[in-house]
C-alpha cells in the first residue's frame, strides 16, 4: 500500500504543483481591461452588432436589453431574438423596443418553428447574424447585465491587440454558499484544464470562447463559416473559439472584474442543473470517456485529501504538496473573483457533486436517446454528427 501512495500521490502533486506553477506565472499575462487604460473611446467607432438571442427570459431580458441601451458606445445595435418562447419574453423585447431610448438602436425578431438540423440557440444566433450590419458582432446571452464603458473597452483592446474574436471573462454573482462553492469548483477545474494565457499563442491549440461575451470580426465569423458550421453543437461558444483558433485568426481573452455579470445558478443544485445538458457533450457523447473522465475528476481532485488522512509517514508529503498547490489556486482565484480561499475546505464535497453531474448527464442523454434543452429534444444520434 505504501508504494500505492508515493505513486499516487507523486502524480497527484506534480500535476497540481505544475498547474499551479504554469497560472501562476500565465495569468498575469491576461489583460484586465477595467484598468484606466482601456477606459477609452477605440479608433474609427467601428459599428458593432449586438445579439441577444433568448427562450423563456422574461425575468432577465428586460433588465439586459436596457442596460445594454445605455452603452458608453455612439455605433452599435442591438438585434433581440424572441426563439420560440412559451412565457413572456417576446412581449417584454417588443415593450423595450418601443422605448425612445430603442428608438432606432434595437430590433426584435421572433421565431416560431426551428427547422430541423439546428440546436434553437445557434439558429437563432445565425438568424440575427444575417441582419447584422455591423463590423463586428457581439453574441451574448439575455441574463447577461452590462456595465456602461464594456464594449468601448473592450474594442479598444481588440483593436490594439489586432485580434479577429475576443472573450470577455464574465463576474459570477453570487447569493449562498453553495452557488461559490460549486463555481469555486468550476474555477479550479478551468484553470487546471484550460490554458487561457495560452489563447493569443498561435503555436498552441489552446482555444476560448464563452456564452456571456463572444466578440468576432464580421469578416471572421463568416470565413469559419458562420453558426451555420455550429448548427447542432450543444458548446456552441466554446466551439466557435476552437472554430477561430483552427483557421489561424487571432484570438484573445481579457479579464474584467465587473464589466459583465451574471448569476449562473440558484443554489448548488443549480449548477448541477446547468451543467447536465453540457458534460456528456464536453466528452463527445461517448460513454467509455465520460467513465474514464469521471474516475479522473475524482481522483486529482478527492484523492489528495484521502490520502492525506489514510497514508502514514512521508508518504503524506506528496498529498500535502498537492493540496498546498490547490489552495494555491483558490488564493489566486480569490483574487479575481468574489470567492474567498477558505472554500477550498469545500472542495470534496464540490468535488462529488461533479463528479455526479458527469455520470448523470450520460445517463440522463443515453436514457432519453438525446438532450432536452430549453424544452426541445435533440436526438443523440443528430448531436453527435454536429460535433465539432
Given at each position: 500500500?505504501?508504494?500505492?501512495h ?11 504543483f505544475s498547474?499551479?506553477?504554469?497560472a501562476a ?8 481591461i ?15 452588432t449586438?445579439?441577444?438571442?433568448a427562450r423563456?427570459e422574461?425575468a ?7 442596460q445594454?441601451?445605455e452603452?458608453?458606445?455612439p ?17 417584454v423585447?417588443?415593450r423595450v ?6 428608438h432606432g438602436r ?5 421565431i ?14 445565425w438568424?440575427?447574424?444575417?441582419e ?10 439575455a441574463?447577461?447585465?452590462f ?6 473597452r ?5 483593436i ?5 474574436h475576443?472573450?470577455?471573462?464574465p ?5 449562498n454558499a453553495?452557488?461559490?462553492?460549486m ?6 477545474l ?16 489552446d482555444f ?5 461575451f463572444?466578440?468576432i ?5 463568416e ?10 453543437e450543444?458548446?456552441?461558444d466554446?466551439?466557435l473559439g476552437k472554430l ?13 472584474h465587473?464589466?459583465?455579470t451574471?448569476r449562473?445558478?440558484?443554489?448548488a443544485?443549480?449548477?448541477v442543473?446547468?451543467?447536465?445538458k453540457n ?25 489528495p485529501f484521502?490520502?492525506?488522512?489514510f ?7 506528496p ?11 483558490y ?17 470534496p464535497a464540490?468535488?462529488?457533486l ?12 443515453l ?15 443528430e448531436?453527435r454528427?454536429?460535433?465539432?
Open positions: 500500500m505504501i508504494y500505492f508515493w505513486i499516487a500521490g507523486c502524480i497527484l502533486a506534480l500535476a497540481w498547474r499551479l506553477v504554469s506565472r500565465g495569468v498575469p499575462q491576461v489583460t484586465n477595467a484598468t484606466d487604460e482601456w477606459n477609452r473611446t477605440p479608433p474609427g467607432t467601428p459599428h458593432v449586438i445579439i441577444v438571442p423563456n422574461e432577465h431580458v428586460e433588465q439586459s436589453l436596457s445594454l441601451l452603452l458608453d458606445y455605433n452599435y445595435e442591438v438585434i433581440a431574438v424572441n426563439d420560440r418562447s412559451t412565457d413572456r419574453t417576446g412581449e423585447m417588443d423596443a418601443a422605448t425612445p431610448a430603442a434595437l430590433r426584435v425578431i421572433h416560431s418553428d426551428l427547422p430541423p438540423g439546428w440546436l434553437g440557440k445557434a439558429h437563432a444566433m438568424t440575427a447574424a444575417k447584422a450590419s455591423g463590423e463586428w458582432i457581439l453574441f451574448t446571452d441574463d447577461v447585465m456595465e456602461p464603458d464594456v464594449l468601448k473592450s474594442l479598444s483592446y481588440a490594439a491587440e489586432r485580434a479577429d475576443m472573450v470577455l471573462f463576474s459570477f454573482v453570487m447569493h453553495g452557488e461559490r462553492m463555481i469555486a469548483f468550476f474555477q479550479t478551468f484553470v487546471f484544464g484550460h490554458r487561457p494565457w495560452k489563447v493569443a499563442d498561435p503555436k498552441t491549440k476560448m470562447g464563452v456564452g456571456a463572444n466578440l470580426r464580421r469578416s471572421t465569423y470565413a469559419i463559416g458562420s453558426y451555420q458550421a455550429l448548427r447542432f450543444v458548446l456552441d466554446m466551439k477561430v483558433k483552427a483557421a489561424g485568426f487571432a484570438q484573445r481573452n481579457v479579464f474584467g465587473g464589466l459583465i451574471i449562473w445558478a440558484h443554489g443544485m443549480g449548477v442543473q446547468n451543467l447536465t458534460m456528456f457533450a464536453v466528452m463527445s457523447f461517448r460513454p467509455l470517456m465520460t467513465l474514464l473522465g469521471a474516475a479522473t475528476l475524482g481522483f486529482l481532485n478527492l484523492v484521502f490520502g492525506l488522512l497514508a502514514h509517514g512521508w508518504a503524506r508529503l498529498y500535502a504538496v498537492a493540496l498546498a498547490s490547490m489552495f494555491g489556486i488564493v489566486g482565484m480569490s483574487w479575481m473573483s468574489d470567492v474567498p480561499p477558505y472554500y477550498f475546505a469545500l472542495h464540490s468535488s462529488l461533479f463528479v455526479y453531474i458527469v455520470l448523470r448527464s450520460m445517463v440522463l442523454t436514457a432519453r436517446g438525446g438532450v432536452i434543452w430549453r424544452g426541445t429534444f435533440y436526438p443523440l444520434e448531436l454528427k454536429g460535433l465539432v
